[in-house]
């Protein structure tokens, strides 16, 4: 299961150890968890926390905008924390590398969401 934090009004979804690669096999039994997390969690600040994650795939890549517009639709905010070199040079392959911004850990983007609510 991927953790969901809460710190203050952020949510983290932790992506743990056992997300070393996020293909559809390893997030098959999550989607509809993270799903509800994204349609419910007060208020949409969410980080998504990769840093225990060395590969994605395109089911990962269409899941993150799925949960993305989810967000931004009730106003909130999307950011992604731990993004490997290989998992960002997939986004940039994607093109939609610029769609999140990006920071080097949780604390830091949690922090940047606390700033600009």
């Known amino acids: ?32 968890q993270i799903v509800e997390v994204a349609k419910h969690t007060s208020p949409p600040l969410v980080v998504i926390d990769l840093s225990n994650t060395e590969s994605i795939g395109s089911f990962f890549i269409q899941f ?30 994607s093109k939609i590398e610029s769609l999140w911004q990006r920071y080097p850990t949780r604390e830091a983007a949690a922090e940047a969401l606390k700033v600009e609510e």
């Open 64 to 93: 993150l905008i799925r949960i993305w517009k989810l967000i931004k639709k009730r106003g909130g905010r999307l950011v992604i924390a731990g993004l490997s070199d290989e998992c960002l040079n997939v986004l940039k392959r």
């Open 1 to 32: 299961m991927v953790n969901i934090l809460r710190q203050k009004d952020i949510t983290i979804l932790d992506f743990g150890p056992e997300y070393v690669n996020l293909d559809e096999a390893s997030l098959g039994n999550v989607v509809q």
